[in-house]
């Protein structure tokens, strides 16, 4: 697929300069070689671009001593351009090709010489000009050339490259992924998403503009202006949540070749307070939204584990089920092989081995989860 990008260049003076000249060299030869074609064809003469340019080059070139201070790959491109326009106009897809007026879409094209220029972070090195900066990151990648275009007093930087998708090198392993509230996610193999600073204190916040505004009377002015003010706060909060979301989930789809989820965030569900419940539900559709797109984008399998699978009650060493384990425990402690690990992290293992098809023990439903869950579902 080949994809355009045209960035804003970041220049200093003597740049602007060099930018300058070489458009105004461009437009030079783009007119003198159109001029040229028009006296001929007036005299019956019909004359090739490629003949054009080796008289220019053989002939004019030379009297014009300016010219040999610029890059020379620029009046190469000046030529395919008028050629282009002319092929354009013979084909009914385009006018007489027109005299170029300083000013108006100045313009040149640069290459190497053949060989690639490389691009990348927010610098490139032009060929001839040297090191510029660019005000955003550019693709990484390598184009043979690149055009510079003035607009509005600025100069801009166009480049149309290939984009090769390439699979990753995927672990031939199975990732299990808890989703939790006092952290993100627990993975595994260990590692940790915490929770966003940010974000927490921007939750501190909705939760506080809620308790102050709920006794403004429905539908008042004061009311709305609140109502406006909650609604901007949870669009950040959102922004915020889905950009870290993207983050986890892309690094996850793009390193292991299987990964575990659960079909419903219990935790969440489990949670008392309604508020978190709501947001970790939402945290959770959007999780496992990306993951069952970006997966197949990447070649991982998504394994959704069902829902009545024990995964924070079960000794991720033993097997063993902890029917007493409560909410407010945040550690799981083995009775059975004195394992002890982090709830999460125990739980995130337990994913990862039922989707290996590990898991050796019946699944128990503990009746009081079944009480709290169906009242948490009546109460929605
Ligand atoms: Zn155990």
């Not at 200093?12 to 030869?29: D, E, F, P, V």
């Not at 986890?248 to 949670?271: H, N, P, Q, R």
């Not at 709501?278 to 997966?295: P, T």
């Not at 699944?363 to 009081?368: K, L, M, S």
């Amino acid at each position: 697929m080949l994809l355009g990008f045209r960035t804003k260049l970041k220049l200093n003076g003597r740049q602007r300069k060099l930018m300058a000249q070489h458009a105004g060299y461009s437009r030079w030869i783009y007119n003198w070689g159109l001029a040229t074609k028009i006296k001929l064809y007036q005299e019956g003469i019909k004359i090739k671009t490629t003949e054009l340019k080796k008289f220019y080059t053989n002939h004019v070139k030379p009297n014009y001593p300016w010219q040999s201070s610029l890059s020379s790959r620029v009046y190469q491109f000046a030529f395919r351009d008028l050629d282009t326009a002319y092929s354009r106009f013979f084909k009914g897809l385009g006018e007489f090709p027109r005299f170029k007026k300083k000013g108006i879409n100045d313009s040149f094209t640069i290459d190497a010489g053949g060989k690639l220029i490389r691009v990348g972070g927010t610098r490139i090195k032009l060929p001839f000009i040297g090191w510029v900066n660019s005000f955003e990151g550019l693709p990484h990648t390598s184009v043979k050339k690149v055009t510079i275009s003035k607009q509005a007093g600025d100069w801009y930087l166009s480049l149309a490259f290939e984009q090769v998708r390439e699979k990753p090198q995927l672990k031939n392993e199975t990732i299990g992924i808890d989703l939790g509230i006092s952290d993100w996610a627990y993975l595994s193999n260990g590692e940790v998403f915490p929770s966003l600073k940010p974000y927490r204190q921007l939750q501190k916040k909705l939760s506080r503009l809620q308790y102050l505004n709920r006794h403004k009377v429905v539908g008042s002015s004061n009311w709305y202006k609140a109502q406006l003010k909650i609604a901007r706060l949870h669009h950040r909060i959102s922004n915020i949540r889905r950009d870290y979301l993207h983050k986890m989930t892309s690094y996850i789809a793009k390193t292991w070749s299987k990964i575990a989820i659960e079909d419903l965030c219990v935790s969440g569900m489990l949670a008392n307070h309604k508020l978190s419940k709501a947001v970790a539900d939402q945290a959770f559709y959007e999780f496992r939204r990306q993951l069952e797109y970006k997966c197949p984008l990447y070649g991982s399998e998504l394994v959704i584990v069902d829902r009545w699978f024990p995964s924070s009650k079960t000794c991720s060493n033993c097997q063993n089920i902890k029917q007493d384990l409560k909410l407010s425990d945040r550690w799981f402690n083995c009775t059975e092989c004195e394992t002890h690990l982090p709830r999460d992290f125990n739980a995130s293992i337990n994913l990862a081995h039922y989707a290996d098809g590990l898991s050796v023990k019946a699944c128990e439903v503990d009746n009081a989860d079944v009480t709290i869950m169906k009242q948490e579902v009546i109460n929605r």
